[in-house]
């Protein structure tokens, strides 16, 4: 059997001046706003909920399932680790998509001066007929 928790309770104190550390962080080149650690998670489930490891881990846990919660990339449920956590109160929905994978797409230049000499036979030289694509450079 499941102890019950107030979890509005819990979540409020843990979001607020003497609750975990919530800030933007960095891991793999990539920022992560509004998140804090797991372990530290659990360091201050320990200390405000009188917990022990074991139980503010399960807690952690619980918070996931309640939907409190979540991996900032949602690849692990909660773990007592480096693992950055953010709660679901956090989400920033009105802010740009993440733009961190963003590759801009190439588009075609208009035909140089040197393109010209081009014959309209898909891009062959017209005086040897071998093919004289290009690369595009970045």
Not at 4 to 29: F, H, T
Not at 89 to 101: G, L, R, Y
Request: proline share 4%.
């Amino acid at each position: 059997m499941q102890p019950e928790y107030d979890w509005q309770a819990i979540v409020s104190q843990m979001r607020g001046p003497s609750g975990v550390e919530i800030k933007d962080r960095r891991s793999n080149l990539k920022s992560f706003d509004k998140c804090f650690v797991g372990s530290e998670a659990v360091d201050w489930l320990m200390e405000y909920e009188k917990a022990t490891r074991e139980e503010a881990i399960l807690m952690g846990k619980l918070m996931v399932s309640e939907r409190l919660i979540h991996h900032v990339l949602d690849e692990h449920g909660f773990k007592d680790g480096p693992l950055f956590y953010r709660f679901y109160a956090d989400e920033d929905t009105t802010s740009k998509p993440d733009q961190s994978n963003f590759q801009p797409t190439a588009t075609v230049p208009e035909k140089s001066e040197r393109d010209r000499g081009l014959d309209n036979d898909e891009g062959r030289d017209s005086k040897d007929g071998e093919y004289s694509g290009g690369v595009i450079d970045d």
